[in-house]
């Protein structure tokens, strides 16, 4: 016989409602989302003439890589040199298959920037 003190305690396993479960696949797959949107970017140090910090980026956007230059540059930026080029999913027949191809497997889409900062 335990004392009253250290008696062992059973604790029932718990269970998992119906909308605990929903919530927890919608969790899995915002996280599965977000993770395949994250945009990649890539900054290079660059030597400039006129002793001016200077980069080189790429990325998935000049969006990403003109919020990254506000970063690095606080005072501002020339612009060298500014492009993007972006290819569509035009492979596919029929607008419903080529719509979930461009979700599933986005077209790649590729940015680039040369800047010197200011001051």
């Known amino acids: 016989m335990w004392p009253a003190a250290a008696r062992p305690v059973e604790i029932a396993p718990a269970r998992r409602s119906a909308s605990s479960q929903r919530t927890a696949v919608q969790v899995v797959v915002a996280l599965a989302l977000s993770a395949c949107s994250t ?35 606080p005072s501002g930026a020339d612009v060298l040199l500014q492009a993007q080029t972006h290819q569509r999913n035009e492979s596919e027949p029929g607008f419903v298959k080529r719509w979930t191809t461009e979700i599933l497997s986005p077209a790649p889409s590729e940015a680039h920037m040369q800047v010197i900062c200011k001051g």
């Open 39 to 73: 945009p990649r970017l890539e900054v290079r140090p660059q030597i400039s003439a006129s002793g001016q910090p200077a980069y080189e980026l790429k990325g998935s956007s000049l969006q990403v890589l003109q919020t990254e230059v506000r970063r690095l540059c």
